[in-house]
T-cell receptor, first 113, second 111 residues
Framework: KAGVTQTPRYLIKTRGQQVTLSCSPI?????VSWYQQTPGQGLQFLFEYFSETQRNKGNFPGRFSGRQFSNSRSEMNVSTLELGDSALYLC????????????FGQGTRLTVV | DAKTTQPPSMDCAEGRAANLPCNHSTISGNEYVYWYRQIHSQGPQYIIHGLKNNETNEMASLIITEDRKSSTLILPHATLRDTAVYYC????????????FGAGTRLTVKP
């Protein structure tokens, strides 16, 4: 079955703009989480959505937001982009129940200039 | 926020077993140990997880000490394609996708 699909794979935006990234989870998975990866900070948890509700949230400013649709697809939005938002954004999907693994997509490489 | 400590780097000869240690001395009773790896900034790949018993799958074995304060990931016959950053994560069972990654161990498999 198909894996986790993230679009677009690469994106270049200008400081001050906003951006929307998309994640399609594995069929049947109800949980989608988002992570930011930078060379300096490593992999950091942004937030998790389960059945269209945000279940957990990491320590990121309000400029970072997300949502999940009824088909479990998820989007994350970053407003007022800063140079420091340049990163690899990864999403992970899982069944959302105890003792199950999460599967990651290939990520979206965002560059803010 | 990571609750684990791993050596920053390790080398292993091709064909030999790679043993990657992880300390998680503050682990709670309901927290699982998960291992992922990441190759060339691709998305992390799930390897294995366990609670208190040793686990084995087609990729690796996970040995968790009796006090659960440390664990070892074993790749039985390392290949060049196993060169990657390996992450050990402590994750609460119900808090499913909130994984706090540390810096991981960069494993280099050498011919």
């Amino acid at each position: 079955k198909a894996g986790v699909t993230q679009t677009p794979r690469y994106l270049i935006k200008t400081r001050g703009q906003q951006v929307t990234l998309s994640c399609s989870p594995i069929s049947g998975h109800r949980s989608v989480s988002w992570y930011q990866q930078t060379p300096g900070q490593g992999l950091q948890f942004l937030f998790e959505y389960f059945s269209e509700t945000q279940r957990n949230k990491g320590n990121f400013p309000g400029r970072f937001s997300g949502r999940q649709f009824s088909n479990s697809r998820s989007e994350m939005n970053v407003s007022t982009l800063e140079l420091g938002d340049s990163a690899l954004y990864l999403c992970a999907s899982s069944q959302g129940t105890a003792n199950t693994e999460a599967f990651f997509g290939q990520g979206t490489r965002l560059t803010v200039v | 926020d990571a609750k684990t400590t791993q050596p920053p780097s390790m080398d292993c000869a091709e064909g030999r077993a790679a043993n990657l240690p992880c300390n998680h001395s503050t682990i709670s009773g309901n927290e699982y140990v998960y291992w992922y790896r990441q190759i060339h900034s691709q998305g992390p790949q799930y390897i294995i997880h366990g609670l208190k018993n040793n686990e084995t799958n087609e990729m690796a074995s996970l040995i968790i000490t009796e006090d659960r304060k440390s664990s070892t990931l074993i790749l039985p016959h390392a290949t060049l394609r196993d060169t990657a950053v390996y992450y050990c994560i402590v994750r609460v069972a119900y808090n499913n996708n909130d994984m706090r990654f540390g810096a991981g161990t960069r494993l280099t498999v050498k011919p």
